[in-house]
């Protein structure tokens, strides 16, 4: 049988004799023709000329073989279409004649190679788990190759590099995608390695770049006060060598090439914080400095200026016009600079570190004396617009559009290549994966890749044993954001398990209402659930006083951490179509508004009292937030509530429950019923219903439950009084009568605390008061002790 | 061992000679770009580092502002001139180096045995 790859071809043969010469032979080589040379020279001169013919033969039997290995050898340029002749030098030297052809062997010969190593480093594999799994069945290895072929004409490689032969085993091995689907790798994400490496491989050598040379600057003037206060990127480019890849001829930046090539006095760069506004000038300024434009800006320099360092200089205001003028002044002389004011808001602005410098731009500008580009946030824009309608109309736009998520993922990797070499970590591909995906759904107020990027930099801090995976990620976005974001720990996922437990040690009974909504968070927790909606939303339904709060209550405290962590609102004040701008409004005429707390507060109980009382736009709004997680307040923000629980709470059909439990009913044998009754008379649209997650049905308490919340009320005295190191009880008698004082069929458990207080409390506080009950006591009341 | 013998001499007289003969324009490009050939062409006559005077209103400040930017365009044309005749000198270098290049090279595997033999003969 013919074997796959032809390894008799002269090209084979020279790869294995690249890999036999080697670096060190190539330097070998050189050195003893250098020597020979030398001394061909020294003795040549001394002895004659025989010594000089035959040791130059000798320099020359050094050179020539030293100048193959150099120019040919190493590099082995492709000869054909076929796999023997685009096979990279590094897999042909790898491979022996005469080898069995299956991906085993291959995989063996090739898995130091370090190019391997990286697919392992990043899928977080071991080379034996791949041997493991790789079949020593010869037909599959063609199908190993044809994916490699695939990866080199994608990445429009005339090379087959060993990497994309690794991609390839990995990719055809059923074995290898069972294993790597257990540990979550997808195969789009080895692709993505493999793209990844080929850019490294494929793009870096033989990419010369020129700044200009020795008279570059001659024809332009100093700029000495520009120095000073701005920073040259474009100098910075070419003495540290900055390169910016694809980014430089982006969309965006060769928007702004255009628009200045076109005349444009000034250009309004527009774009959410990190969507990478000054990352593309940055790449304009490489490809300025490069020379790559047009000759109108070929050599053109950007100088960032920082209104922080203008005022900083500037006594009083007039000293900022002056200075402000000076620098245009400067620039325009000078004739090579192009001004980037970077958070341009700052010199539209007052307040802090800001300045209003509009008219004075807006008289630079005019004067089209000098480019400029200012970056600004899309609000900023319309800020400047309505504020300075003169300057704004100058301004040629450029809107920056976030990347597409495999945009966002070559930056990352590029940034993940950067940041390994800078802090001497290794960066799973899992974590890109998991900084791409909680950014998204955490950071609402950036845009990406910066959101991710900086996702990713704090993840190095995380990291275990100098290794980001996607737990550091996790940890980081915990930290920061305050979120759960990673899979339950074995102690959490216990909690998780007990929640019922947890919720019944603060309240009494409900047990179907607790069970319902404990199943709804464990499916949220484990991810189960639809991460574009809430985590979970609830309609508890039931009479008043029968502990519909109270769980609210204790899920903010078992799932977010605290009974703090709850937004609520009495949605009896809403009951106006106007009062939509309240619940959404930015902050600017509303203080406290649905839209600001949450966005305080985006892990948190959201929970909407009395629910049927509200307007019906709101409860189409509500239909909004519960369809999609979100909703847009009033400055047109989007303000994200899929970390939220959202419980609203009705007492409609109280009657209704309260009549059927006293019939000896099940919850669940009338929950279906009864949801009818609810539709039917018109106190709930059934868009509404269907909405939530769950109806929760909250029956009435029985007595012998009011006795065990009234015991639960004297825990949390207990818990109050243990600062005084005194302990109280009640007999049961004095239980009872707390009960049958405290019931109402009415009000529920509600009018209980109120007995309690004036009953237990009011007893309490005067037997301190009097010194009747000291340190160490432990107080009993019975009955006739109450006075109620 | 013959096959790779072979693959060195088609190799040597083949690609390897057009690379030598490829590497002709880039290393001058490379020595264009290092001396700013193209920049200073253009600017020939350009005031050095646009260091000018601005004419006033008298015909007087007027001749002296000529005067003044005549000379600056004089210092520019002469230090540019200079660094032009500077990369003129090593392009040709650089050129009679590649020229001689291209010649050498066939005869250097030709020169092994030649050397051997002359050597061993004188």
Redesign the interface.
């Known amino acids: 049988m013919s074997e796959l790859i032809d390894l008799g071809t002269a090209r084979a043969g020279q790869a294995r004799l690249s890999k036999a010469i080697g670096r060190t032979g190539y330097r070998i080589l050189m050195v003893s023709g250098s020597m020979a040379a030398a001394a061909a020279v020294a003795l040549g001169l001394t002895s004659g000329p025989r010594y000089l013919l035959l040791l130059a033969a000798l320099a020359l039997v050094c050179y020539l073989p030293a100048v193959w290995w150099k120019r040919q050898l190493a590099v082995l340029p492709p000869t054909g279409n076929d796999l023997s002749g685009r096979l990279s030098v590094d897999v042909l030297a790898r491979l022996k004649p005469g080898m069995i052809q299956q991906p085993q062997s291959v995989w063996a010969a090739l898995s130091d190679h370090w190019q391997a190593v990286f697919f392992l480093n990043h899928l977080l594999i071991t080379k034996e788990v791949v041997a493991g799994q790789l079949s020593a069945e010869p037909a599959e290895l063609g199908q190993a190759l044809q994916f490699a072929i695939q990866l080199a004409d994608q990445n429009k490689s005339p090379i087959i590099e060993l990497g994309f032969v690794v991609a390839g085993l990995l990719l055809a091995s059923p074995g290898m995608k069972q294993t790597l689907t257990q540990l979550k790798i997808q195969a789009g994400d080895v692709e993505a390695l493999a793209n990844w490496l080929g850019r490294n491989v494929v793009e870096t050598p033989g990419t010369e770049h020129h700044y200009g040379g020795i008279g570059r600057d001659w024809a332009f003037g100093y700029t000495p006060l520009l120095d000073r206060f701005g920073h040259n990127l474009s100098l910075g480019i070419a003495e540290h060598g900055a390169h910016f890849g694809w980014v430089a001829n982006s969309d965006g930046v060769l928007a702004i090439e255009a628009a200045f090539d076109n005349h444009a006095s000034a250009v309004a760069l527009i774009g959410p914080d990190g969507i990478g506004k000054s990352t593309s000038v940055q790449a304009l300024a490489e490809r300025l400095i490069e020379g790559e434009t047009g000759p109108t800006l070929a050599y053109h320099q950007v100088i960032a200026l920082n209104a922080t360092d203008i005022t900083a200089n500037a006594k009083q205001a007039r000293d900022l016009e002056q200075i402000m003028l000076s620098l245009a002044n400067e620039a325009a002389h000078a004739g090579h600079v192009i001004l980037f004011f970077d958070d341009a808001q700052m010199f539209f602005n007052e307040g802090p570190g800001a300045f209003d410098a509009s008219q004075i731009l807006l008289s630079i500008i005019q004067a089209k004396s000098v480019p400029i580009i200012l970056a600004m946030s899309p609000d900023d824009h319309q800020r400047l617009k309505a504020k300075n309608h003169s300057l704004a109309g100058l301004l040629t736009p450029v809107m920056l559009q976030e990347l597409p998520e495999g945009g966002v993922m070559r930056v990352l990797e590029d940034t993940a290549a950067g940041l390994e070499n800078r802090h001497h970590v290794l960066i799973a591909y899992e974590a890109l994966r998991e900084a791409y995906r909680l950014s998204g759904r955490y950071e609402q107020d950036e845009a990406y890749p910066g959101k991710a990027i900086k996702l990713l930099e704090q993840a190095i801090t995380h990291s275990d044993n100098s290794l980001v995976n996607a737990a550091s990620v996790q940890q980081a976005i915990e930290q920061t954001r305050g979120v759960k974001a990673g899979n339950a720990a074995p102690v959490e996922a216990d909690a998780l398990l007990h929640l019922e437990d947890n919720i019944h040690r603060r309240m009494i009974n409900q047990a179907h209402a607790v069970k319902v909504v404990a199943n709804a968070l464990r499916r949220a927790r484990a991810g189960v659930a639809n991460p574009r909606r809430p985590i979970g939303s609830f309609l508890f339904l039931g009479p008043t006083g029968v502990g519909k709060t109270e769980l609210a209550k204790s899920i903010a405290a078992t799932y977010f951490g605290a009974e703090s962590n709850m937004v609520r609102l009495d949605m009896s004040e809403y009951q106006q179509a106007e009062d939509v701008s309240r619940l959404l409004s930015d902050g600017q005429q509303e203080s406290k508004s649905l839209i600001m707390s949450v966005r305080e507060q985006p892990f948190s109980v959201v929970l909407l009292d009395e629910i049927e009382k509200a307007h019906p736009n709101i409860l189409n709004l509500l239909l909004q937030l519960l369809d999609e997680g979100q909703l847009t307040d009033t400055g047109g923000k989007t303000v994200s509530f899929k970390d939220c629980i959202i419980i609203s709470t009705s007492n409609a059909g109280a009657n209704t429950i309260r009549e059927r439990v006293g019939k000896g009913e099940s919850l669940e044998s009338f929950q279906a019923e009864f949801t009818d009754e609810l539709i039917n008379s018109g106190q709930f649209k059934p868009e509404l219903l269907n909405r939530f997650d769950e109806m929760v049905l909250f029956r009435p308490l029985q007595p012998d439950e009011l006795v065990q919340v009234v015991q639960l009320m004297v825990a949390e005295v207990n818990e109050t009084l243990a600062n005084q190191n005194i302990a109280l009880e009640l007999t049961p008698a004095a239980i009872q009568k707390i009960v049958e004082q405290g019931n109402d069929p009415r009000l529920g458990a509600r009018p209980m605390r109120r007995v309690l207080q004036r009953a237990v409390e009011d007893t309490v506080a005067q037997k301190i008061l009097k010194g009747e009950a000291k340190p160490g006591d432990k107080l009993t009341l019975d009955a006739p002790d109450l006075v109620i | 061992m013959a ?2 013998i ?3 001499f088609s ?2 007289y083949g ?2 000679w057009q ?1 030598v003969a490829r590497g002709f324009g880039p290393r001058l490009r ?1 020595v264009m ?5 193209r ?2 062409l253009r ?1 020939l006559f ?1 005031p ?4 000018i005077t601005y004419p006033g209103a008298s015909l007087e400040d007027r001749f002296r502002a000529w005067g003044d930017n005549l000379f600056s365009r004089v210092i ?1 044309l002469v ?2 001139l200079f ?1 032009l005749f500077a990369a003129a000198v090593t392009l040709a270098l650089v050129a009679l180096l590649n020229a001689a290049e291209l010649v050498i090279w066939p005869l ?2 030709v ?6 033999v ?3 003969i ?1």
């Open positions: 096959m790779l072979l693959s060195f190799w040597w690609r390897g690379q490379g770009n290092a001396f700013s050939v920049q200073l600017t350009a050095w580092r646009r260091i520019g230090v540019r660094v250097l595997p020169a092994i045995p030649g050397c051997i002359a050597g061993l004188i």
